[in-house]
């Protein structure tokens, strides 16, 4: 068995959402490809301390702000790999590369380079994903108010949403589901449907939000082109990310109204449940946007919210 390279990567990222790629320079395994730049953690490293040695060393920068994002493992014909996915949003310094034939700045849904290495599909599904995931709560709030609610986020650039409506009965779920989903679908908005497969099918969702027993439950990926799973500690996270499935949501982080008993976990423990995700994770309870700097230094994806999202008192 190889023995396996700790790695460190860098998704690099714009303020408009684009991320640089190096192509691999001839004389190196996978010539011609393109990757994430990055190296391997020397001894006596953690992976940030290699991020910021490997960023210098091969395009000239300084890092200012980089967030653990994720972890992936991959076995190469000449290497076992396990990558250390930063995001990095500031950096000092223009970049000059060292070690590439070429960089190029790309975008997830519109990527233009080719071959890319094969670890690195997941990733690029993870970034394809926005940093706020919304869910619905019309059995709270009402139908109509939730469609115009809706309605209004979508406007202002939401594009991930739940569809969550235990108290609804199932035809006033059904219909509000089949509502949702053609509003999102005028707004290019993704949205999975929470549980209920069926309903999922029925109304042409985008895909599926598992609960946590369901997740625990399952020894397959559902069969949909996106399936997310709620997650309560590291060993649901592990068991979503054996399932490959594209993403989860973590929490309860802080107690919320709906569950005002439930102790939240804290930032601190979110962290160490995340640590070793290899999907990204959404933290859940209590938050709203402005918790968004908090949600990235934990190593969190972005936020997820029921009540914040619709203007409401966070939960």
Not at 235 to 249: C, I, S
Request: proline fraction near 7%; glycine fraction near 8%.
């Amino acid at each position: 068995m190889k023995r396996m390279t700790e790695v460190a990567a860098a998704v690099i990222q714009r303020p408009d959402g684009s991320f640089l790629l190096g192509q691999r320079a001839p004389g190196t395994f996978y010539p011609g490809y393109w990757e994430f730049p990055g190296g391997k953690v020397e001894a006596g490293e953690s992976p940030r301390q290699a991020l910021i040695r490997e960023l210098s060393e091969e395009l000239g920068i300084d890092v200012l702000t980089a967030y653990r994002w994720l972890t992936r493992e991959h076995v190469y014909e000449h290497a076992h790999v396990k990558l250390h996915f930063f995001r990095v949003t500031a950096w000092r310094g223009e970049l000059r590369d060292h070690v590439h034939s070429a960089l190029a700045w790309q975008h997830a849904e519109s990527l233009d380079v080719a071959p890319m290495l094969p670890a690195n599909a997941p990733v690029l599904k993870g970034l394809a994903l926005p940093n706020f995931y919304a869910i619905t709560a019309a059995a709270q709030i009402g139908i109509d108010t939730q469609l115009l609610a809706l309605a209004q986020a979508l406007d202002g650039g939401l594009r991930l949403v739940q569809i969550r409506e235990p108290g609804l009965d199932p035809a006033r779920r059904s219909a509000f589901a089949h509502a949702a989903v053609d509003l999102c679908r005028q707004y290019g908005a993704r949205v999975l449907v929470n549980s209920d497969a069926p309903l999922a099918v029925a109304c042409a969702a985008d895909g599926l939000h598992l609960s946590a027993r369901q997740l625990m439950a399952s020894d397959r990926r559902p069969d949909f082109p996106l399936v997310a799973a709620s997650c309560h500690d590291a060993a649901e996270l592990a068991r979503a990310g054996a399932l490959e499935l594209d993403f989860a949501v973590l929490g309860p982080v802080a107690p919320t109204p709906s569950h005002p008993q439930q102790p939240g976990l804290g930032w601190q423990a979110f962290a160490d449940s995340a640590a070793d995700a290899t999907l990204p994770v959404f933290a859940l309870g209590g938050l709203a946007r402005a918790d968004m700097e908090a949600a990235w230094q934990a190593g969190a994806h972005g936020i997820a919210a029921i009540r914040a999202a619709w203007n409401q008192s966070p939960a």
